[in-house]
């Protein structure tokens, strides 16, 4: 079932806004009410708990979690789990594009296989997003058309031979200038919007790295680390811990949400602290622009302002200086690379633990949310996806350009 959270009403399980038109999230709730893995592959493990059908086996990895002990050593701390997500071998750790956005495309991709979607698929992304619904695009032949800020294009790679599915649009602008434009095209005939933070199917992929932390380490920890852009993915693991607490097997408090923002373009941070940490050029200067989102869902019913006030969490702001040093202190103590993103997670844990908002004997989780994709370039290489059209954000006509390159590449796909 899905149900708004402000009215309480059952809605269409594949709606992504309240009917009555509430400003809230819809939620999931399961027949299942205790977790019980399953032998299927990658993300699928925790299928009772995501809202699909059934499964995209071909390409799926799922979070891998360790007790970490050189890190855990370093940083004076007991009972430190790391929840890794990307590729390492050594750890059975298979997210082939090395970023948890994996755990969100796949289920999302699933239910526009079950509502028989044949429309295009509209994604903006800053990057890891937009990769990872390439990934599984490529493999269900989905026609997707990707918006991107220019500047993030670096990042859209595939180990997929054939890309013939993808349209990759760049944006002069940035990200919310993609999710501008994006929008714009979404709203036409013949093309359909992934839904991001409202979809449930994201949010409960990315819930996913609670569940396989708790069910890893035998209970819910004390605390949960994240960086975060649009915040979706703490919303994710709070929604995850409440699914736990009623299981009734891995304890009964809430974890502490610790998200972790870039300086000096912070706008979660802000939000929640009262501050101004957002300057004009963002996301500029960033260490990785990809936790930028001018609009996140911060004061919806069911966002990130309830999460963390129900968990009794905090947000932080992460110099570059901080970021660079936890990046290198990760990978030379755990012996694997990690996003940039990644070091803003280390980098809060350690502000935490320097600040005493931890203690050494606490259980902790702190996501990985992407690595090992300097080890993926060693085993086998990565293809860069090619830019079909570049727009500015400034331009009347980028909307129409857009959808007449569409046509251009898929034909006349359900109206376009």
């Given at each position: 079932?899905?149900?708004?959270?402000?009215?309480?009403e059952?809605?269409?399980?594949?709606?992504?806004n309240?009917?009555?038109?509430?400003?809230?999230?819809?939620?999931?709730?399961?027949?299942?009410?205790?977790?019980?893995?399953?032998?299927?592959?990658?993300?699928?493990?925790?299928?009772?708990?995501?809202?699909?059908?059934?499964?995209?086996?071909q390409?799926s990895?799922r979070?891998?979690?360790?007790?970490?002990?050189?890190?855990?050593?370093?940083?004076?701390l007991?009972?430190?789990?790391?929840?890794?997500?990307?590729?390492?071998?050594?750890?059975?750790?298979?997210i082939?594009?090395?970023?948890?956005k994996?755990?969100?495309?796949?289920?999302?991709?699933?239910r526009?296989?079950?509502?028989?979607?044949?429309?295009?698929?509209?994604?903006?992304?800053?990057g890891?997003?937009?990769?990872?619904?390439?990934?599984?695009?490529?493999?269900?032949?989905?026609p997707l058309?990707?918006?991107?800020?220019?500047?993030?294009?670096?990042?859209?790679?595939?180990?997929?031979?054939?890309?013939?599915?993808?349209?990759?649009?760049?944006?002069?602008?940035?990200?919310?200038?993609?999710?501008?434009?994006?929008?714009?095209?979404?709203?036409?005939?013949?093309?359909?919007?992934?839904?991001?933070?409202?979809?449930?199917?994201?949010?409960?992929?990315?819930?996913?790295?609670?569940?396989?932390?708790?069910?890893?380490?035998?209970?819910?920890?004390?605390?949960?680390?994240?960086?975060?852009?649009?915040?979706?993915?703490?919303?994710?693991?709070w929604?995850?811990?409440?699914?736990?607490?009623?299981?009734?097997?891995?304890?009964?408090?809430?974890?502490?949400?610790?998200?972790?923002?870039?300086?000096?373009c912070?706008?979660l941070?802000?939000?929640?602290?009262?501050?101004?940490?957002?300057?004009?050029?963002?996301?500029?200067?960033?260490?990785?622009?990809v936790?930028?989102?001018?609009?996140?869902?911060?004061?919806?019913?069911?966002?990130?302002?309830?999460?963390?006030e129900?968990?009794?969490?905090?947000?932080?702001?992460?110099?570059?200086?901080?970021?660079?040093?936890?990046?290198?202190?990760?990978?030379?103590?755990?012996?694997?690379?990690i996003?940039?993103?990644?070091?803003?997670?280390v980098?809060?844990?350690?502000?935490?633990?320097?600040?005493?908002?931890?203690?050494?004997?606490?259980k902790?989780?702190?996501?990985?949310?992407?690595?090992?994709q300097?080890?993926m370039?060693?085993?086998?290489?990565?293809?860069?996806?090619?830019?079909?059209?570049?727009?500015?954000?400034?331009?009347?006509?980028?909307?129409?350009?857009?959808?007449?390159?569409?046509?251009?590449?898929?034909?006349?796909?359900?109206?376009?």
């Amino acid at each position: 079932m899905v149900k708004c959270l402000q009215c309480n009403e059952l809605h269409d399980p594949y709606g992504l806004n309240c009917k009555k038109g509430d400003d809230s999230l819809l939620r999931t709730s399961y027949a299942a009410k205790q977790l019980l893995p399953s032998d299927m592959p990658g993300i699928w493990r925790y299928s009772d708990w995501l809202p699909t059908q059934g499964i995209i086996a071909q390409g799926s990895g799922r979070t891998v979690t360790y007790r970490s002990k050189e890190l855990a050593l370093k940083l004076g701390l007991d009972d430190l789990w790391i929840a890794f997500n990307g590729y390492w071998p050594e750890k059975d750790a298979y997210i082939m594009t090395c970023t948890f956005k994996d755990l969100e495309s796949f289920p999302t991709m699933q239910r526009l296989r079950e509502q028989q979607e044949n429309r295009i698929m509209v994604v903006a992304s800053a990057g890891n997003t937009a990769r990872a619904f390439a990934h599984v695009c490529s493999i269900t032949g989905q026609p997707l058309l990707l918006v991107v800020p220019k500047e993030s294009s670096h990042r859209l790679w595939t180990l997929h031979d054939d890309t013939s599915s993808i349209c990759l649009v760049t944006v002069e602008g940035d990200y919310f200038d993609a999710i501008d434009l994006a929008g714009k095209i979404s709203s036409r005939y013949g093309f359909v919007n992934e839904g991001g933070a409202r979809n449930v199917a994201r949010r409960d992929g990315m819930a996913t790295v609670m569940l396989d932390a708790t069910l890893t380490s035998g209970e819910l920890p004390a605390h949960y680390f994240q960086a975060v852009g649009s915040g979706t993915g703490g919303i994710s693991a709070w929604e995850a811990s409440i699914r736990l607490l009623e299981d009734g097997r891995f304890g009964d408090v809430l974890p502490k949400l610790h998200l972790g923002q870039s300086l000096l373009c912070a706008p979660l941070y802000s939000l929640w602290h009262g501050t101004d940490m957002v300057h004009a050029g963002c996301p500029e200067g960033m260490y990785d622009d990809v936790l930028f989102n001018r609009k996140p869902p911060f004061a919806i019913k069911g966002g990130v302002k309830d999460a963390l006030e129900a968990t009794g969490g905090t947000i932080y702001a992460v110099s570059n200086k901080e970021a660079s040093q936890a990046q290198e202190l990760f990978e030379r103590e755990e012996g694997i690379d990690i996003n940039p993103a990644a070091a803003i997670a280390v980098a809060t844990l350690i502000q935490a633990v320097e600040s005493g908002n931890v203690m050494p004997d606490e259980k902790i989780v702190l996501n990985i949310t992407g690595g090992g994709q300097k080890r993926m370039m060693q085993d086998y290489g990565q293809r860069p996806i090619s830019v079909s059209l570049e727009v500015s954000a400034e331009d009347e006509e980028a909307e129409s350009m857009v959808v007449n390159k569409v046509a251009e590449i898929f034909g006349n796909n359900d109206g376009v």
